[in-house]
Nanobody
């Protein structure tokens, strides 16, 4: 059974950095594109970033572009989201999600499997 488990969330000051991890368990991580999403209570899920099967294609929301970096290490069954220059508005629960993919592309729709999230709080 495919499972995704996020970790690395916590409290950080504005301007600080944090790295989130997503552990993938199941068959064939290299068959899945991976996305990071976030949600504030009462608001819709927001796509933050995604990465394709090979990692050659990545996409970022305008709100995080230039500050966040997504990466993957298939050998370790891990996906990461490096978050720099954090702002209070980045505060949310962050989720990783996976979509089986037959190509080397990713998007924010069509994710089939989700983790349970990790809390990120940016505050002084």
């Amino acid at each position: 059974q495919l499972r995704l488990v996020e970790s690395g969330g916590g409290l950080v000051q504005p301007g600080g950095s944090l790295r989130l991890s997503c552990a993938f368990s199941g068959f064939g991580l290299d068959y899945y594109s991976i996305g990071w999403f976030r949600q504030v209570p009462g608001k819709a899920y927001e796509g933050v970033s995604c990465i394709s099967r090979t990692g050659e294609y990545t996409h970022y929301a305008d709100s995080v572009k230039g500050r966040f970096t997504i990466s993957r290490d298939v050998a370790k069954n891990m996906i990461y989201l490096q978050m720099n220059e954090l702002r209070p508005e980045d505060t949310a629960v962050y989720y990783c999600a996976a979509e089986w993919s037959a190509n080397d592309y990713c998007g924010f729709s069509g994710m089939d499997h989700w983790g349970n999230g990790t809390q990120v709080t940016v505050s002084s």
